[in-house]
């Protein structure tokens, strides 16, 4: 691919701003912008439509991310567990942790051996609300999926797969 060539769809937003900066610099390569552009837009679109229902809940998509955290792995997590499976600092997910326990969702105890350390657990209340909210989130991806193919959906899942393996040996995010 030359420079400035790209890969530009036609009607996208993203595709507006490509085509506003070839004009501006017609001798950039501008195709790391329209993935990365494309890739952040979708997230921000996608995630205003996913909080719908974790609004009706009364979460924020951070405390979802706690709590499904909890309810994937099966166990209990000390808050440095839960900070590095979300992605999330220590103090916010201690804001999120206080937040979820007054509200009966999760437990934490005291480690026997280290006073310091605490374990996380769901409680039934927290574990009975993922399982409600999780299908509806689900259904929710689905529908928007719905107008790409099987096929496309198996081939941007790779990709996108391949790009997070990228991202995150060199930026050095834990892999999950």
Known sequence: MTAGSGWTATGDTVAKVVRQWRTVHPDLDTAPMEIIGRVNRCAA???????????????????????????????????SDIARETFSSGAAVTKRLKLLTERGLVERRGDTRDRRVAHVRLTDAGRDLVDAILPEQLAYETAVLSGVGTERQRELAAALGELLIQLEGRLGSPRL
């Open 45 to 79: 679109l996608l995630q205003q439509a996913e909080d719908a229902p974790l609004r009706r809940a009364g979460l924020t998509r951070p405390e979802f991310d706690v709590l499904g955290t909890l309810r994937r792995t099966g166990h209990e997590l000390t808050p």
